[in-house]
């Protein structure tokens, strides 16, 4: 009669070793999270309360609360501001032309030298932001050398600077988008005719779009907020807004950096969220 009922174990008595060590491991998963959550939301919590303080300086306790230090960010701040949306805008257009085609490329075809091409397109992700921006400095002078060129300081070198940084970012979102698509739909489409160049328009692209999107963001992202090739690339006529809260805090010590960094926040998550609620970023980047 009982050969045929499902046997099941016994439960763990309440005090047994399983069983402590369950709850010893749960409370140490929660205290990292909670740890995490806190080294993330504290200092932002701390930068928006410092950003409606009423004082020239920052003393603590303030003497008032206020919101006009949000009022006085572009006044300061308009042409950095404006500098690194164009910058941001024109890092995003360069990168997504070089990485979704080396996306493509190392994803779809094996060739010689294809360890050497996916190590130098990825190679800025693991070189320090100072020393790449002090090489490419070298470099850009070397070349007005040469050339005779005016490149260093303007606005073109640091736009292909920051493609450079950025570039690797497409890629590699590129490839993950790549890596669970079959290849069936692209050869059924050659075989129905289609030249290679319209297999990648209707068939590859739209699969790739998930990860074209994440590399834009990033992109931009990486570009917006860049300080250290800013630091030895920009002149006084293209300044970022990175290198100007910089250059103010070296004569202001006021609210005004933390309603900028406030506003950088919003700005950020404003995106993320119109981006999701239209693009599903979940989907777009797990």
Same mark, same amino acid.
């Given at each position: ?35 995490? %959550?806190?080294? &993330? ?62 996306? %493509?490329?190392?994803?779809?075809h094996r060739f010689r030298g294809r360890g050497a091409v996916s190590t ?22 070397? &070349? ?27 890629? *590699?979102?590129c490839l993950a988008s790549l890596t669970n698509h079959e290849r069936s ?16 328009? *209707? ?5 790739? *779009?998930?990860? &074209? ?35 103010y805090l070296e004569y202001h010590i006021d609210p005004l950096v933390s ?17 999701? *609620? ?9």
């Amino acid at each position: 009669m009982t050969s045929g009922l499902a046997q099941t174990a016994p439960p763990l008595p309440e005090h047994a070793p399983g069983r402590g060590a369950a709850r010893l491991e749960r409370a140490g998963v929660g205290l990292l999270l909670w740890t995490g %959550i806190a080294l &993330i939301a504290v200092p932002l919590l701390l930068t928006l309360y410092l950003s409606v303080f009423d004082e020239k300086l920052i003393l603590f306790p303030p003497h008032g609360y206020t919101l006009a230090w949000y009022a006085a960010i572009l006044p300061n701040f308009a042409q950095p501001v404006l500098t690194s949306i164009e910058l941001g805008a024109a890092a995003v257009v360069g990168s997504l032309l070089l990485g979704i085609p080396a996306g %493509i490329g190392l994803s779809r075809h094996r060739f010689r030298g294809r360890g050497a091409v996916s190590t130098l397109l990825l190679a800025p992700l693991t070189v320090p932001g100072i020393a790449l921006g002090l090489a490419i400095y070298v470099m850009l002078v070397t &070349i007005d050398e040469q050339l005779g060129s005016m490149i260093t300081g303007s606005m073109v070198g640091l736009v292909l600077a920051h493609v450079m940084i950025a570039t690797p970012w497409v890629v *590699r979102l590129c490839l993950a988008s790549l890596t669970n698509h079959e290849r069936s739909a692209e050869e059924a489409a050659a075989s129905l005719g289609a030249n290679p160049l319209t297999v990648i328009w *209707r068939v590859t692209l739209p699969a790739m *779009r998930p990860g &074209i999107i994440a590399g834009a963001l990033f992109a931009f992202v990486i570009s917006f907020e860049n300080l250290e090739l800013a630091l030895f690339l920009t002149s006084p006529g293209v300044t970022t807004l990175p290198v100007a809260v910089l250059q103010y805090l070296e004569y202001h010590i006021d609210p005004l950096v933390s309603a900028v960094a406030v506003a950088q926040t919003v700005g950020i998550a404003a995106l993320l969220l119109v981006l999701d *609620r239209f693009m599903r970023l979940g989907r777009i980047v797990r």
